[in-house]
């Protein structure tokens, strides 16, 4: 056939294998290499026009693959073509993963052998920036939560003799958020990294730091003597936080709570062992100033507990356990009843009455705090529709109801907040919603806009507790909020501590450049309304008045109209 002189097979195909970014290559019957693409040339760095020297496949092939060259070669002798993975070397830039295939190319003289081999470094690379991604964070390049807990499950299953105990630290800067809340943006992911790179500096082998979440981290000692050891890792890592950080060209002083707890393979689960480490922290972290707190004896009974309520509250709506009281609110001007704020009530069938400061703690960290708030919201807001229907001479009444964080950090809060107000008839202005700073503070941003769209829905809003959380002044004036309730603890020393007085009198004085409305809890004695009086307070709550009654017995008080007082202080 005349064909090759119109169309030369040989040239077009070198000059394909010249644009492909594989690397092709041929190797003789003697196995010398006789042909080498462009993209060959480059990868193993052989100059574009020098001749080729006289390589074997064997040379071409890394130390770590050189036991598999012989079989390799022979069984594409034998007629097989070979693919697989294949590090190749190259002498200048180090060696290189291939995708390989090998196979025969058949001659006159025998066969030649062709080798096609895609470098695969790139890929590789993909995958591995991939998994550090998972895995480490980019921030402080610790490992992840999930990297520490295989390797914590490691360490728990162990099985030879030699098991000795492990330990978890669970390590959480105290008030950070406040703390970087003063500096610019960007501050707290400087100031982790800062504390990333110090807290190692105090473990030993064998101990390493891994990052929990947002300033939460984690120790992991793959081995510890006994609890006493422990507490010494433990005050290691306070020793870390003595010097201050410097960020931005300041200085921030840290304290650090730490929470710690043992436990041996075989005896434990990863579960339970982080469980206990998380208790002891929370334990630690409601201690101000930095504490270190070990999961022992006490806390064991604790988590019992805890576990019991947590079983006992499931359903406990459903089965009619929960009921909410009502504590009237009090004008101080005119001693009228003006709101109530519902409290709600856990009537066990065994244990009796569980105080909410028992049990709301176990159902925010359980999410049950979703369904029971659902509950409680509509519970709160038909009576509220209810007693309006029934004392519609009465000037409107509010129902102040306690938000738990979570409900409020859900996404449809507010939507929620609409559907109930229109199931129950409810109307948005005789509801007052109450957070606590803590919610306050998480994204001041997002917070204030979720605040602003509540307010759209005309409902009120007032910050629960306030002055035991640190809101930050300037926020505050952007927060839409129309009640300041000033915790308990400073109205319990009105009278007899004048740093709660003058606490009581800040609120207030801070409450009406704002137009806030102030309000005093826990307000137990003549005295304390007296005082208040003084300062201008305009609404109380407190034992004084009365204690957080069942529905019949708060709506006899509201029947009571003007003479509430009387019966109420008997
Ligand atoms: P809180 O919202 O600050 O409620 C005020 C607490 O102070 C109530 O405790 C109330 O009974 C108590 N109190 C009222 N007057 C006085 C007084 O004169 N002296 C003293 N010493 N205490 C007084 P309670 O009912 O045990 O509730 C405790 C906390 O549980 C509440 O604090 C609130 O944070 C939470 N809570 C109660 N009900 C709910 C609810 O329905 N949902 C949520 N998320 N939390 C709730
Ligand atoms: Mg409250
Ligand atoms: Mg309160």
């Not at 459903?318 to 704020?341: K, S």
């Not at 004048?498 to 826990?522: F, N, R």
Request: aromatic letters at 6%; proline letters at 4%; glycine letters at 6%.
């Amino acid at each position: 056939m005349a064909t090759t002189s119109e169309f030369d097979l040989d040239a077009a195909h070198r000059l394909l294998s010249d644009h492909v970014s594989d690397l092709v290559a041929v190797f003789d019957t003697r196995g010398i290499l006789r042909s080498l693409n462009r993209s060959g040339r480059r990868m193993l760095r052989i100059d574009a026009n020098a001749d080729l020297p006289a390589l074997r496949i064997a040379d071409l092939v890394a130390t770590s693959d050189q036991d598999r060259v012989d079989d390799i070669v022979r069984s594409v002798h034998a007629g097989t073509p070979w693919s697989g993975p294949l590090t190749m070397r190259a002498t200048a830039t180090g060696d290189f993963p291939t995708r390989s295939t090998l196979c025969t190319i058949p001659g006159p003289e025998g066969d030649a052998i062709g080798w096609v081999a895609k470098d695969t470094t790139t890929d590789r690379d993909v995958i591995k920036s991939l998994r550090e991604r998972a895995f480490y964070d980019p921030l402080t390049g610790l490992s992840h939560r999930s990297l520490f807990l295989d390797r914590l499950d490691l360490l728990l299953r162990r099985v030879d003799e030699e098991t000795t105990p492990v330990c978890v630290l669970f390590v959480t800067p105290d008030r950070f958020k406040e703390k970087v809340s003063h500096f610019e943006q960007g501050a707290s992911s400087l100031l982790l990294k800062a504390i990333a790179k110090r807290i190692p500096e105090h473990l030993d082998g064998g101990q390493s730091l891994h990052r929990w979440g947002d300033e939460d981290f984690v120790v992991l000692c793959e081995t510890i003597a006994d609890d006493a050891a422990a507490a010494e890792v433990a005050a290691r890592i306070a020793e870390a936080f003595v010097e201050p950080f410097r960020i931005a060209r300041r200085e921030v002083y840290l304290t650090v709570s730490t929470g710690v707890a043992v436990g041996s393979p075989g005896e434990m689960t990863t579960d339970e062992l982080i469980r206990h480490a998380d208790a002891a922290a929370q334990l630690a972290r409601s201690v101000p100033g930095g504490a270190i707190r070990m999961f022992d004896a006490e806390l064991r009974a604790r988590a019992v507990r805890r576990a019991e309520l947590e079983d006992a509250l499931h359903g406990a709506g459903e089965r009619g356990e929960l009921v909410l009281f009502y504590q009237p609110e009090v004008q101080l001007r005119t001693n009228q009843i003006v709101a109530c704020e519902a409290l709600l009530r856990w009537r066990h069938p065994t244990w009796g009455v569980v105080s909410p400061g028992e049990f709301i703690p176990v159902a925010e960290s359980s999410n049950l705090i979703i369904d029971i708030g659902t509950w409680v919201l509509h519970e709160a807001l038909t009576q509220c529709a209810k007693w309006e229907a029934q004392f519609p001479e009465r000037p409107p009444l509010t129902v102040a109801v306690n938000i738990s964080a979570r409900q409020f950090a859900m996404d449809d809060f507010e939507q929620r907040i609409a559907d109930v107000l229109d199931e129950t008839g409810c109307r948005p202005s005789s509801i007052c919603l109450e957070i606590t700073e803590g919610v306050l503070l998480d994204d001041a941003e997002e917070t204030i806009s979720k605040l602003n769209d509540l307010k759209e829905l005309g409902v009120q809003l007032a910050i629960d507790d306030f002055g035991t959380g640190y809101s930050s002044l300037s926020y505050l004036r952007r927060f839409p909020v129309d009640i300041l309730k000033v915790d308990q603890a400073f109205v319990s020393g009105l009278g007899h501590d004048p740093e709660d007085s003058a606490i009581v009198q800040a609120v207030v004085h801070m409450g009406q450049a704002l137009q806030m409305t102030t309000l005093a809890e826990g307000v137990e004695t003549a005295h304390h309304v007296i005082e208040l009086r003084e300062l201008d307070c305009d609404i109380a709550q407190g034992f004084h008045f009365a204690r957080p009654l069942p529905v019949e017995a708060f709506t006899a008080m509201l029947a009571a109209g003007d003479d509430w007082l009387d019966q109420s202080m008997g």
